[in-house]
């Protein structure tokens, strides 16, 4: 096989994935998805970083791309790697900051070979600066970034997000720098160096959280699952589990007060104001937690969404995919591995209406496409084998 036809949008793009374990790879994902051509550059000596790799979270990240080996410390694999960045449009990276210096392949070495070429740089911490050496996980940023101050519930201590946010949103974000450099080269013909990094990543999901202390110097605190300052918003008991609410507004607030027979809410001095509201949420969600519970999480969303009030469920993994808008959205879908069958992975979030992703093909066998790109890039089979008799390849 050539290049996978997962999309006409970005096949006219040829990405070279360094990158392990997942901030990296999401980025690449991204990409691979809307059709760039990808090739996996694998050390020669099988890793453990990414885990087992018949694993889902392995298959879930690496779908859509080619699989070579290479021995980047070795002086004919960097000089193979070099070769294939004359071809390429995108290297992408999350080694620590230093080693691609040391390797050779930084963004000035590279740019020289190449001038278009946009390198991609994934960090912790940053490619500079008091930590950038340090070793750079999704928990480790959800801490400094101050993500695990406010999730969890008021003084019961720190507590991660229940998925690895910091590492997809530092990938997602690099993913977005590669089509802005691809954008901005078709002005200037020139490549560029994106960098993303997970700290930043975890910042920019907080968003107004970080946002109340840059602005006003408020230091956000623990809230559980209320909001912390548009009250009733929060998880309420029902008959049988428990339903997100979300109220904001006075019409908002009259509406909900109305759609659980509580206009005794309405007039109680405390709850009159959204300040107010906030100030007395512990009374405010025992108050409405006394009504919620008599019904069902159904009921309700039945009688919420008739008032027209904001609300949903609240669902575990086997509940999100049996959900009838979730199966409409085709949030996951079928793909066929030579070793492992059909699989069901997660599919591309972003629709686009006339050249929408696919996904075309499950996550390489190892080295599978190694000759297959030695060759596009002229070299002989004789030289090939040589390669891999060395273990260049």
């Known amino acids: 096989m050539s290049k996978i036809s997962a999309s006409s949008a970005l096949s006219r793009f040829r990405v070279l994935d360094l990158s392990r374990v997942r901030a990296g790879p999401a980025c690449v994902r991204q990409l691979a998805d809307f059709g760039a051509d990808v090739i996996k550059i694998e050390n020669v000596n099988p890793e453990d970083l990414a885990g087992p790799r018949e ?3 392995f298959q879930n990240l ?16 960097l000089s193979v790697f070099l070769e294939l960045v004359k071809t390429a449009d995108v290297v992408v990276e999350n080694y620590r900051p230093d080693v691609k210096f040391r390797l050779g392949i930084d963004y000035d070495c590279l740019k ?28 480790l940023a959800q801490g400094l970034s101050g993500l695990m101050s406010v999730t969890g519930n008021p003084g019961e201590g720190p507590m991660r997000v229940g998925a690895a946010v910091a590492d997809v949103a530092a ?6 720098g590669v089509l802005t450099a691809l954008l901005e080269r078709e002005v200037s013909g020139e490549g560029q160096w994106v960098q993303s990094n997970l700290l930043q990543a975890g910042l920019a ?37 428990y339903i997100n609410i979300a109220v904001s507004g006075l019409g ?54 008739n008032h027209g009030v904001p609300c949903g469920p609240i ?35 972003v629709k686009l209406s006339r050249t929408p992703s696919s996904l075309k093909t499950a996550s390489p066998l190892r080295g599978a496409h190694t000759r297959e790109v030695l060759s596009e890039i002229g070299l002989s089979e004789h030289t090939i084998d040589m390669y891999f008799a060395k273990g260049v390849v």
């Open 112 to 139: 020289l070979i190449n001038p278009k070429i946009i390198l991609v740089s994934i960090s912790g911490f940053g490619q500079d600066g008091p930590y950038e050496n340090l070793p750079g996980f999704d928990q």
């Open 205 to 241: 999901l907080l968003d107004f959280q970080a946002a109340r202390f840059t602005m006003s110097g408020e230091v956000a605190k623990q809230m559980g699952n209320d909001h912390p300052t548009f009250m009733p918003t929060s998880a309420y008991q029902t008959l049988d589990g």
């Open 62 to 77: 690496h779908r859509n791309k080619r699989s070579m080996t290479l021995n980047l410390k070795s002086k004919e694999g």
């Open 55 to 57: 694993s889902s979270d």
């Open 171 to 176: 990938g997602f974000l690099a993913a977005m």
């Open 315 to 349: 669902y575990t993994m086997d509940q999100v995919f049996a959900d009838p808008q979730v199966k409409h959205l085709g949030a996951s879908a079928p793909v066929q591995h030579p070793e492992l069958g059909e699989l069901h992975l997660l599919n591309q979030p």
């Open 252 to 305: 908002m607030w009259e509406k909900f007060c109305a759609s659980i027979d509580r206009p005794d809410l309405l007039v109680d001095e405390e709850f009159k104001t959204g300040p107010g509201r906030s100030k007395a949420r512990v009374r405010l969600n025992l108050e409405i937690n006394k009504t919620t519970r008599v019904k069902t999480t159904q009921e309700w969303m039945q009688i919420l969404n």
